[in-house]
Nanobody, 119 residues
Framework: VQLQASGGGLVQAGGSLRLSCKAS????????MNWYRQAPGTQRDLVAG???????NYAESVKGRFTISRDNAKNTVYLQMNSLKPEDTAVYYC??????????????WGMGTQVTVSS
C-alpha cells in the first residue's frame, strides 16, 4: 500500500487547511485510517482516526477544530483543520491499517506533509 498525502502549507493562526491522503496498491482492504503529527523534538502523536464503519476519535487538543473523514470509493482520508493555532505546526502523517491477499494486516505510513501556522 502506498500513501500520498497533500494539502499542507503555511497559514495564519485562525485559518484552515484540508489534508488529503490517497492509498493505492493492488487488492488491499483498509480498516482504520489515521492522521498523526510530529513537531521537532517531539514524538509522533495521533491526531485523529476513523474506522471502517466511520467511527472517529480525536486528540483532546484538536477536538472541535479538526474533522476527519474518508471516501472509501477513493481510498482517501481527509483532515479538515479549522481555527489553526501555532502549536498545530508539525509534519502530518497519514497512516492506514490494511491487508492484501499477499500481506498480513499492518500499518502503512505516508511521507508526511508540513503544516506551519504563523502567529
Amino acid at each position: 500500500v502506498q500513501l500520498q498525502a497533500s494539502g499542507g502549507g503555511l497559514v495564519q493562526a485562525g485559518g484552515s487547511l484540508r489534508l488529503s491522503c490517497k492509498a493505492s496498491g493492488n487488492g488491499f482492504t483498509i480498516n482504520a485510517m489515521n492522521w498523526y503529527r510530529q513537531a521537532p523534538g517531539t514524538q509522533r502523536d495521533l491526531v485523529a482516526g476513523i474506522g471502517s464503519g466511520g467511527r472517529t476519535n480525536y486528540a483532546e487538543s484538536v477536538k472541535g477544530r479538526f474533522t476527519i473523514s474518508r471516501d472509501n470509493a477513493k481510498n482517501t482520508v481527509y483532515l479538515q483543520m479549522n481555527s489553526l493555532k501555532p502549536e498545530d505546526t508539525a509534519v502530518y502523517y497519514c497512516n492506514v491499517f490494511a491487508a492484501s491477499p499477499t500481506t498480513r494486516w499492518q500499518h502503512y505510513w505516508g511521507m508526511g506533509t508540513q503544516v506551519t501556522v504563523s502567529s
